[in-house]
């Protein structure tokens, strides 16, 4: 096949969870187009295509190659006009940025308050090195201390998602009557923490739980390929 | 002149301050469409207009009335297409409702916790009491209690900006190279606080910061024409 998506697993092959490659898979869906997913270990990742991008996902259509969810996102827009659009216009294309930084901000790192070790426990040797050192760096302490807080972020979690919350009282989706990008920027970061460390954490009753369940069957419910960790 | 705008006013006429009428100034002023402003004390909304609203902001274009900020926006929009757009399409008028979720979920208590009693202080005597009681009623505390939060949320206000902080990497604005309502509907709530309770807490150097400025300076300054408090 000549479309290839490089996607992050850790030991099972079957069990793809990066938030950023979900986004693009589905991106790829939503427009329709066929795909093989190629989940990958981080450590094989700057290895793949030359050497291309050091992150996934990484789309190569045909003579084409794109790395970054967003970047793939308006490649695809750009590249399959007539498909179904990702965006409906510029200004939800511009929007789908704050969603991006609001999904960064605020859900990112509750989900790795969550789930670090979680994630460290999915990863072979070699994953479970460079992830410790890289991920220690980053936070400025070690995974187990950085883990201490799971309890806690887990039950800080559902106020985190009053946006979407508040949001859902005018319309069914961020992209309004139907999923767009942004949809799948907040479905990815969610898809993450499900595949990782089981079911998302909701309110009773939670409208965010119907709209997550909305997304996880929409593009032939390809994001239930994967079951709840 | 045909077109009226009621906004929300203290004593001080010449100080609205409400965050949702801001928000319908500036996207008339982005029409480039001309308006009398009439800001009201409290009490005096439930009269205008023989009863149309019971909150302000309220447009009568011409036969017309709207109330509500996003109804504005949406009508505006609808019914000057010839004028610049507050939503450069479908997808952006959808994730503005998730800009103003944010917004209302996010910022909205954190700027009730700094201001609530400066509010109190600008209403004559009638509106004090309407406030008082209403108000105390919402938040199941005295005004003197949620106000005791007061510097603590001023001090945690800049890092609540997260998401926008992270979104300019991308783009100067919401809207993506130029504003549109959503930028609005967040610089409503910045400039709530600013002219009730002073300069708005920001980083040091903070990118935030700069697009709240090109802000005051879009749509001919309009945002300027009340100052810090």
Same mark, same amino acid.
């Given at each position: 096949?000549?479309?290839?998506?490089?996607?992050?697993?850790?030991?099972?092959?079957?069990?793809?969870?990066?938030?950023?490659?979900?986004?693009?898979?589905?991106?790829?869906?939503?427009?329709?187009?066929?795909?093989?997913?190629?989940?990958?270990?981080?450590?094989?990742?700057?290895?793949?295509?030359?050497?291309?991008?050091?992150?996934?996902?990484?789309?190569?259509?045909?003579?084409? &190659?794109?790395?970054?969810?967003? %970047?793939?996102? !308006?490649? @695809? #827009? *750009?590249?399959?006009?007539?498909?179904?659009?990702?965006?409906?216009?510029?200004?939800?294309?511009?929007?789908?940025?704050?969603?991006?930084g609001w999904s960064q901000t605020q859900i990112h790192?509750?989900?790795?308050?969550?789930?670090?070790?979680?994630?460290?426990?999915?990863?072979?040797?070699?994953?479970?090195?460079?992830? &410790?050192?890289?991920?220690?760096? %980053?936070?400025? !302490?070690? @995974? #187990? *201390?950085?883990?201490?807080?799971?309890?806690?972020?887990?039950?800080?979690?559902?106020?985190?998602?009053?946006?979407?919350?508040?949001?859902?009282?005018?319309?069914?989706?961020?992209?309004?009557?139907?999923?767009?990008?942004?949809d799948y920027i907040v479905f990815g970061a969610l898809?993450?923490?499900?595949?990782?460390?089981?079911?998302?954490?909701?309110?009773?009753?939670?409208?965010?739980?119907?709209?997550?369940?909305?997304?996880?069957?929409?593009?032939?419910?390809?994001?239930?390929?994967?079951?709840?960790a």
């Amino acid at each position: 096949m000549a479309r290839i998506l490089y996607t992050l697993c850790g030991t099972d092959v079957t069990r793809p969870f990066s938030p950023h490659c979900w986004k693009a898979v589905m991106a790829l869906a939503h427009k329709g187009l066929e795909f093989e997913e190629r989940p990958m270990p981080f450590t094989a990742i700057p290895e793949l295509e030359e050497g291309f991008s050091k992150i996934v996902p990484i789309l190569c259509d045909g003579e084409e &190659r794109v790395a970054d969810s967003f %970047a793939i996102a !308006r490649y @695809l #827009e *750009e590249d399959y006009p007539d498909r179904p659009s990702l965006f409906m216009g510029p200004g939800g294309e511009a929007m789908a940025r704050f969603v991006e930084g609001w999904s960064q901000t605020q859900i990112h790192p509750a989900v790795t308050a969550i789930a670090i070790l979680k994630i460290h426990d999915m990863l072979d040797e070699k994953d479970q090195a460079y992830f &410790r050192k890289t991920r220690e760096a %980053a936070l400025g !302490r070690t @995974l #187990e *201390e950085a883990a201490a807080g799971a309890d806690e972020a887990r039950a800080a979690f559902p106020a985190r998602l009053q946006p979407i919350r508040h949001m859902l009282r005018a319309q069914p989706f961020l992209g309004g009557d139907a999923p767009l990008f942004a949809d799948y920027i907040v479905f990815g970061a969610l898809q993450w923490l499900r595949i990782v460390a089981g079911p998302v954490p909701f309110l009773p009753d939670d409208p965010v739980s119907d709209w997550f369940e909305r997304l996880l069957d929409a593009n032939d419910a390809i994001g239930r390929s994967v079951t709840a960790a």
